[in-house]
């Protein structure tokens, strides 16, 4: 169990400019999620995926957020120009279909400048 | 709509006494509960869950108890170390959303020698 990895730890970008996070998880998880926290806040549910399929998205994810899981393994956040409301620290997190923990990855520290 | 409540946002304890940590929440189809501890720019970890058949679950030196009538848990932590010094996030989840989370705001905890 080597946890859930995500790359890169920080990020700046200039508004405008468009980002991809990577996240691996635990190997033998086949759930997926992605999370948003700000601060002095509780992480927001964002998206999450079953194998390679993207199960739900929330309203929080505008049309300018994108997750894929192309061979069930490691996911991608790409988010299309921008804006600084989009700061926040962006966490990944693994777990079984069933039962079991939710485990968290450490984190991208997203800053739009 | 904040589902999932920690209406203390610091609690500051001695070292070697007792932690209380309130949470508590609105929608009664939550059946599964997670404590986890976060450090400053590291992802949450898991600390200790409870099912919603339960009432108490004990972890070592963490003790997660569940009143299902009053909607309400706490997690108790003895005794408190200095490492203990966090902020502690309450989360909830459905069984058939596994692992779509929703959290508390969290709890700023201080352990003073």
């Known amino acids: 169990d080597t946890g859930v990895s995500q790359d890169p730890r920080h990020k700046i970008t200039k508004r405008g400019q468009n980002v991809t996070f990577r996240c691996d998880p635990i190997?033998?998880?086949?759930?997926l999620y992605w999370y948003r926290q700000t601060l002095g806040q509780g992480p927001e549910f964002l998206t999450y995926f079953q194998n390679e399929a993207q199960l739900e998205k929330s309203r929080l994810l505008s049309d300018r957020f994108s997750a894929e899981r192309p061979k069930g393994s490691f996911s991608t956040l790409e988010i299309q120009r921008t804006e600084q409301g989009d700061s926040a620290m962006y966490l990944c997190a693994s777990s079984l279909v069933m039962g079991g923990d939710v485990r968290f990855g450490s984190g991208t520290r997203l800053t739009v400048v | 709509d904040q589902q999932v409540k920690q209406n203390s946002p610091s609690l500051s304890v001695q070292e070697g006494r007792i932690s209380i940590l309130n949470c508590d929440y609105t929608n009664s189809m939550f059946d599964y509960f997670l404590w986890y501890k976060k450090y400053p720019a590291e992802g949450p970890t898991f600390l200790i869950s409870?099912?919603?058949?339960?009432d108490k679950n004990e972890d070592g030196r963490f003790t997660v108890f569940l009143n299902k009538s009053a909607k309400h848990l706490s997690l108790h932590i003895v005794p408190s170390q200095p490492g203990d010094s966090a902020v502690y996030f309450c989360a909830a989840s459905k069984v058939d959303s596994w692992g779509k989370l929703q959290f508390g705001a969290g709890t700023q905890v201080v352990v003073t020698p």
């Open positions: 190997s033998e998880h086949n759930r």
């Open positions: 409870i099912s919603s058949i339960k």
